[in-house]
């Protein structure tokens, strides 16, 4: 992991974050990495523009990976409640809906030809951070079980619950047959 930078998504690095996201057709098929923020649901070619938008007047948050070159290789995208509020498995969740956190986790992507080289976890651990320095608080993601099984990777899109926990999250209930909401309380720095 030492050969990734960290750097928080925003002004100063959004054309390296557009540059991969253009790179690999838009994320997803041009997701622009929207899809839990409120206009999700929205279609078409603006996607880029919102995304745009939404970081420079910082209400999009992710811990950009960037390589010894300064090309962005991956992120975590994390963020308040009111900034995510899409979530996956979202009936089962509200049915027994755990305390609401200051922070989600929702969504990881790294480049093909980066993956299985520490990109995500080097995502996450800069996640982790820029959450520290914004205050802490409980923070909550909801991934993928894959110990013992085969897991496609569109799957993966908000990582493993496996790495996860190797960052101290706990797993708090199951909310799909492999999903699980998992929490950590980030203390402030």
Not at 87 to 94: A, L, S
Not at 163 to 175: H, P, S
Request: charged share 30%; aromatic share 10%; glycine share 10%.
């Amino acid at each position: 992991m030492s050969d990734y930078t960290i750097r928080p998504l925003d002004d100063s690095t959004w054309d390296a974050f557009a540059e991969l996201v253009e790179r690999n057709n838009g994320i997803f098929g041009g997701c622009w990495c929207l899809g839990f923020h409120p206009e999700g649901n929205l279609r078409g070619p603006g996607r880029r523009r919102l995304k745009e938008d939404r970081v420079r007047t910082d209400r999009a948050h992710a811990a950009l990976v960037l390589d010894a070159d300064g090309a962005a290789q991956g992120w975590c995208q994390y963020g308040s409640p009111e900034e995510l509020p899409s979530i996956k498995h979202r009936r089962e969740y509200e049915k027994d809906a755990p305390p609401l956190p200051d922070w989600r986790i929702t969504c990881f992507y790294v480049d093909r030809k980066h993956r299985r080289q520490g990109v995500a976890r080097a995502a996450l651990e800069g996640a982790v951070d820029q959450i520290a320095h914004a205050g802490g608080g409980l923070v909550e993601a909801i991934s993928e079980v894959t110990d013992g099984r085969a897991a496609a990777g569109r799957f993966l899109f908000s990582a493993t619950v496996e790495l996860f926990e190797d960052y101290g999250f706990t797993r708090r209930r199951q909310v799909g047959k492999h999903a699980w909401i998992v929490g950590r309380t980030v203390d402030p720095l």
